[in-house]
Each structure stands twice: as structure tokens, then as C-alpha cells.
């Protein structure tokens, strides 16, 4: 069969036209970077590097979705936490919601990409975690001491709750000052005794928390001690009582005696007054009281003493005048 001629080609090429090319695709937006998990105690926050900055001028915003690894599950938004459409480069999934964090024997994922108008960036997903298994344990919150009698009591919360199949063990490191350390533990109550300690002397302690989870034998130790606190243990009932009965005794004594200075200071007089002896009447007057009728001068002059009326007698053996007379008549 012989080929058509160049003039027929040429009239079909140009009545049909030229096939039109396929429009550019929008480019591609750079995927976030280092995605980390950040999961303490309670806390649970994913947080990535943003992608490189381009030159569109419009606003970046992230997209955040998580699933649960077990079966074929599906990927699904947040709700009642702000992961979609986000500026900032970190989701914070305990923030409150219906969620409320991830249940701690779950394995979940977490994926995040960028979007910038209608460009978006490819999914980045991280690593599997189970809340338990991933966790880092933070010390008892909330920690009191009550000293007492040669011992020390404390009292604390859990680091966070916990479902039944997991527990927290505690243990107490102590040490009076400028001893050894000593670890007591483990401990499953939230208060603790600490006992047989010497009375009236202070100690130093740290309190730290792991968590066991025995379904799958998983113990996750807390690498965060408690600030320490150092407390003052109260003196055994014996020793007390021997310092203080006779410290008892000796101020009340002091006391007696200071109170009784100061009375006898301040009533001086009237005491004098009061413990002086009555005065005495003498007997004549008595006599006189029983017999009013007996002369009362003659009673008196009857038995007053002669002593009273004692003199001493006075002889002139010589004076001026006799010697000169004497002189005289001798002439």
C-alpha cells in the first residue's frame, strides 16, 4: 500500500491542531523533620523542627493523627484538642478533651504533615510507643514529714493515676548529716515510717517512684529523686521525761520563790503588822477590869517597885566659901 502523499499529511495535521501539553503540578511541600515524644508522668507531647521555609509568604499550619496499632485500625483526628491546622510545631494530646491522653497499655502512632494553601507535605509517621512502657516516672508529688518519737512519717501522692493492672513502688533514701546513705523500700503505701532512728537528731531524705506493670513484667524505674528535705526526729517518751520532770520541778521552785520575794517586798509593812504580837495589858489593869471598885492609883502605888523610886545620895566633903572662911579665922 503506498504511503499518503506530504500534501494530504499536512492538511490533516493542520485542521486537527497540535495536542495541548498537561498543566505543571503544584510542587510538593517539604515534610516536618525529627518528630520526638515527649512523655512525662501525665504529660504527653509530640513536637517536630518546621519544614524549610519557601518562598510562598503564606502561613504554614500542621495536621496531627494518631491510631492504635493493634488490629487495622484507621487514622483519626483529635477531638477536643487542638492538632489540626496548628501553627505551632508541637501537639499537646493531655491537654483535656474526650481523650485525655493515651491509655498506657496501648500501642499507638502518630503521623504529622504540612500544608500551606493547597500545597501539602507527605505524612511523616513516628516511632510505636505504649505509654507505659515509654514513660518517665517523676518523683511522689505533695511529699509531708511528720517527725516522731525517735522516727519519721511520710506522706505523698502517686507520681499520676494508674489502671488497676499497674502499681508504683516507692523507696526512701535517708541519711543523718554527715552519715551514710541508707535505701529503704519498696514501699506500696503512700505513707511510709521510717523508724528506729536516734532521737533529737536531723536527717536528710529523697523519695523516688518506679512503676510495675505486671500483665506484661514491665518496670519502669523513676531516674528523678524528690528535692531533699531534712527534719528533726522528736526524743523517746523515756528521755523526755527525765529532762523534763526535773526542769519541771526547778522552775516551779524559781518561780515560788521569785513570787514569794516580790509579795513580801511590795506588803512589807502590813505584813509586820500582821504577825507582830498583840500588845500585853499589864496586870493592874487587869485586876482593875475584874474589880472596878479597887482604887486604881492605890493598886498602882501598892505595887510599884521601890527600884523605881531609888536615888543616890550626895555628900559636900568641901566648897570655895568654907576654905575661905577657914583662911580668914586662921588670921
Known amino acids: 500500500m503506498r504511503p499518503p502523499p506530504l500534501w494530504l499529511l ?16 503544584v510542587p510538593q511541600l517539604a515534610a516536618p523533620q525529627n518528630l520526638e515524644l515527649h512523655l ?9 523542627e518546621p519544614s524549610p ?25 483529635f477531638k477536643g484538642v487542638n492538632c489540626t491546622d496548628i501553627t505551632v510545631t508541637r501537639c499537646d494530646f493531655t491537654g483535656g478533651g474526650r481523650l485525655k491522653g493515651f491509655p498506657g497499655l496501648y500501642s499507638v502512632l502518630l503521623r504529622v504533615r504540612a500544608r500551606q494553601g493547597e500545597r501539602t507535605s ?3 509517621t513516628s516511632t510505636k510507643f505504649e505509654r507505659y512502657c515509654n514513660v518517665t516516672v517523676g518523683p511522689p508529688k505533695n511529699i509531708s514529714v511528720t517527725p516522731g518519737k525517735g522516727s519519721l512519717t511520710l506522706h505523698f501522692s502517686p ?39 536516734k532521737p533529737l537528731r ?6 523516688e517512684a518506679q512503676l510495675i506493670v505486671r500483665k506484661k513484667n514491665i518496670c519502669r524505674p523513676g531516674p528523678s529523686l524528690s528535692d531533699v528535705s531534712c527534719h528533726e ?19 516551779l521552785l524559781v518561780a515560788l520563790t521569785v513570787a514569794c520575794s516580790f509579795l513580801f517586798l511590795k506588803y512589807q509593812s502590813r505584813a509586820k503588822y500582821w504577825f507582830q504580837a498583840p500588845p500585853n495589858i499589864p496586870e493592874q489593869i487587869k485586876e482593875y477590869l475584874k474589880d472596878p471598885d479597887q482604887p486604881i492609883l492605890e493598886a498602882l502605888d501598892k505595887d510599884s517597885s521601890p527600884k523605881d523610886d531609888a536615888w543616890d545620895s550626895v555628900s559636900i566633903i568641901s566648897s570655895p566659901e568654907k576654905e575661905r572662911d577657914d583662911v580668914l579665922q586662921t588670921l
Open 202 to 207: 536531723v536527717y536528710c531524705l529523697q523519695t
Open 233 to 251: 526526729t522528736a526524743a523517746e517518751a523515756s528521755s523526755l521525761h527525765v529532762i523534763l520532770i526535773p526542769l519541771g520541778i526547778f522552775s
Open 159 to 197: 507520681p499520676f493515676d494508674v489502671v488497676k493492672e499497674a502499681v508504683f513502688e516507692y523507696r526512701v533514701r535517708y541519711w543523718e548529716k554527715a552519715g551514710a546513705q541508707q535505701v529503704r523500700g519498696p514501699f506500696k503505701e503512700n505513707s511510709i515510717v521510717l523508724d528506729n532512728l
Open 10 to 25: 499536512s492538511l490533516l495535521l493542520g485542521g486537527l491542531g497540535a495536542a495541548a501539553p498537561p498543566p505543571d503540578p
Open 53 to 77: 521555609p519557601s518562598n510562598d509568604l503564606r502561613p504554614v499550619v500542621y495536621q496531627v493523627q494518631y491510631k492504635y496499632s493493634t488490629g487495622s485500625g484507621s487514622w483519626n483526628a
Open 40 to 48: 512525662y508522668n501525665d504529660e504527653q507531647i509530640l513536637s517536630w
Open 122 to 124: 507527605d505524612w511523616v
